[in-house]
T-cell receptor
Framework: DAGVIQSPRHEVTEMGQEVTLRCKPI?????LFWYRQTMMRGLELLIY????????DSGMPEDRFSAKMPNASFSTLKIQPSEPRDSAVYFC????????????FGAGTRLSVL | QKEVEQDPGPLSVPEGAIVSLNCTYS??????FMWYRQYSRKGPELLMY????GNKEDGRFTAQVDKSSKYISLFIRDSQPSDSATYLC???????????FGKGTRLHILP
């Protein structure tokens, strides 16, 4: 298996623009997680899905952030409008329900909002 | 007090030395403990996964949990330059709870 695949790897955008990050989980995994990593706050859980249904979005910073999982093999994290403080590395991870805590991470999307 | 505390380093040690990485935590409900390794510009990769107190060994890596002290450690024996990375501790109260991560310790193994 190719592992968790994220795109794009790097995104540079201007403040106010819409940003869409994409994730393909490992085939067969029923949990999908979106994390954000910064130097100041470390790795923080934003939202997670089980069987394509959002379970906990309490980590989403504000209404500018939204996430969808239209099917078992694809998820998006959207920021609209983007702000400089959204600059971070965004990771997607997936896991199997029997071992929910054993999460496999993608390589991340490095987002810079100018 | 933060839930999980981890010294950010950097920690520099010569090749072949034993490395000790540590985390402290405040939530006594934590029962599942993990160590992730993260190379530069890559995602975290699970190294060790333990439940409750005690030791677990996997090759050159040993994870140790002391719940009475709320203290976990990762030991790396015969350290190699390829071990240079950021190591994040992580923990949760049960399998369905969200994982709380430490901010990571940067480790440099000097050839």
């Amino acid at each position: 298996d190719a592992g968790v695949i994220q795109s794009p790897r790097h995104e540079v955008t201007e403040m106010g623009q819409e940003v869409t990050l994409r994730c393909k989980p490992i085939s067969g995994h029923d949990y999908l997680f979106w994390y954000r990593q910064t130097m100041m706050r470390g790795l923080e859980l934003l939202i997670y899905f089980n069987n394509n249904v959002p379970i906990d979005d309490s980590g989403m910073p504000e209404d500018r952030f939204s996430a969808k999982m239209p099917n078992a093999s694809f998820s998006t994290l959207k920021i609209q409008p983007s702000e400089p403080r959204d600059s971070a590395v965004y990771f997607c991870a997936s896991s199997l329900g029997s071992s929910k805590n054993i999460q496999y991470f993608g390589a991340g999307t490095r987002l810079s909002v100018l | 007090q933060k839930e999980v505390e981890q010294d950010p380093g950097p920690l520099s040690v010569p090749e072949g030395a034993i490395v000790s990485l540590n985390c402290t935590y405040s939530n006594s409900a934590f029962q599942y403990f993990m160590w992730y390794r993260q190379y530069s510009r890559k995602g975290p990769e699970l190294l060790m996964y333990t439940y409750s107190s005690g030791n677990k060994e996997d090759g050159r890596f040993t994870a140790q949990v002391d719940k009475s002290s709320k203290y976990i450690s990762l030991f790396i024996r015969d350290s190699q330059p390829s071990d240079s990375a950021t190591y994040l501790c992580a923990m949760s109260a049960n399998r369905d709870d969200k994982i709380i991560f430490g901010k990571g310790t940067r480790l440099h193994i000097l050839p």
